[in-house]
């Protein structure tokens, strides 16, 4: 069974910063793909940012430049480096993780709030 958990979530006036941090634990094979997605309310959830195994990321347009996603291999563990933050960025963030293996369902966390005030 795979687990994460996320944490750094919290209120923050616009222009500021947080990080997000996502623990996996379990059956984690070594080639796997975490990343962050974000729902606001009404919206659908999107992708925010992924980064590989070897370390090669991806952004959303929206987030280009004011975000970073990094990961810690051997502490199986992916951040989120959230800068300039806007009151467009308000939304429940959510860890996802996908395990380049047949068979292999994603996982996602259970979720953590990042409010951004004007």
């Known amino acids: 069974q795979v687990q994460l958990v996320e944490s750094g979530g919290g209120l923050v006036r616009a222009g500021g910063s947080l990080r997000l941090s996502c623990a996996a634990s379990g059956s984690i094979f070594n080639v796997n793909t975490m990343a962050w997605y974000r729902q606001a309310p009404g919206k659908l959830r999107e992708l925010v940012a992924a980064?590989?195994?070897?370390?090669?990321?991806n952004y959303a347009d929206s987030v280009k430049g004011r975000f970073t996603i990094s990961r810690n291999n051997t502490k199986n563990t992916a951040y989120l480096q959230m800068n300039s933050l806007k009151p467009e960025d308000t939304a429940v963030y959510y860890c996802?993780?996908?395990?380049?293996?047949?068979?292999?369902?994603?996982?996602w966390g259970q979720g953590t709030q990042v409010t951004v005030s004007s």
């Open positions: 980064v590989g195994s070897g370390g090669d990321t």
């Open positions: 996802n993780l996908v395990i380049f293996l047949p068979g292999r369902p994603d996982y």
